[in-house]
Structure formats: structure tokens, C-alpha cells
């Protein structure tokens, strides 16, 4: 069992920054890739950046590439996701999801753990 705890969502102007955490308490932790998702108001959860069980590799969706920067601390079971030039579009439940496999994946379905979500509002 994992429990994952999200932290560090927000309201913040569009431009801004925000920084995003995910406490994972255990020491499993380095057992997972993990990955970060959203979902907004009547859509379907999507993939935002995952990242590697060492933290070597990384993977982002093309619509936040640039900006964001998904990072892991195994010695503090810590994941951040580093959210800069946030743009309206960015505003959903943003949350944390630990796999199983022995790489990261873009599908929700491949995460057996999730957090219970931070929202962040983005206002233009």
C-alpha cells in the first residue's frame, strides 16, 4: 500500500508559478515511477509528466513542456512538480499517481496509487 498526499496547489494569476508537492510516507517510494495528472470540470483525467523510479528520465505532455518540471526526492519519498507561465488552461485537480511498471506511462489506468488531489486555479 501506498499513500500518497498532495500539497501546493493554489490560486494564482496566469504567468505566475506555483510549485506542487507529493509526500509519499513509506520506504517503497523508490519501488515507483510516478506520474502527474489533471482533470478539469467534466473531462477525463490527463497525463501532465511522469518521471522514472531513479528520477533519470522524465516525459512530459507536449502542452506544458517548457514550463513544467516534474522532480523526485527517494531519500525524502518526495515527487514536486515546478509549474511556471501557467496559462488558464493549466486550472484543474491536479494529482499524483505511483506505478507499478517498471517504466512511467501517460495512461491513468497504469497507476494503482493516487493521491487525493490539489486544486489550482489559474486566473487570467
Known amino acids: 500500500q501506498v499513500q500518497l498526499v498532495e500539497s501546493g496547489g493554489g490560486l494564482v494569476q496566469a504567468g505566475g508559478s506555483l510549485r506542487l508537492s507529493c509526500a509519499a510516507p513509506?520506504?517503497?517510494?523508490?519501488?515507483?515511477?510516478m506520474g502527474w495528472f489533471r482533470q478539469a470540470p467534466g473531462k477525463e483525467r490527463e497525463f501532465v509528466a511522469a518521471?522514472?523510479?531513479?528520477?533519470?528520465?522524465?516525459y512530459y505532455a507536449d502542452s506544458v513542456k517548457g514550463r513544467f518540471t516534474i522532480s523526485r526526492d527517494n531519500a525524502k519519498n518526495m515527487l514536486n512538480l515546478q509549474m511556471n507561465s501557467l496559462k488558464p488552461e493549466d486550472m484543474a485537480v491536479y494529482y499524483c499517481?505511483?506505478?507499478?511498471?517498471?517504466?512511467?506511462?501517460?495512461?491513468?489506468?497504469?497507476?494503482?496509487?493516487w493521491g487525493q488531489g490539489t486544486q489550482v486555479t489559474v486566473s487570467s
Open positions: 499517481g505511483a506505478t507499478s511498471l517498471a517504466t512511467y506511462s501517460v495512461r491513468p489506468i497504469h497507476y494503482k496509487y
Open positions: 513509506g520506504r517503497t517510494f523508490s519501488n515507483f515511477a
Open positions: 518521471i522514472s523510479r531513479s528520477g533519470g528520465s522524465t
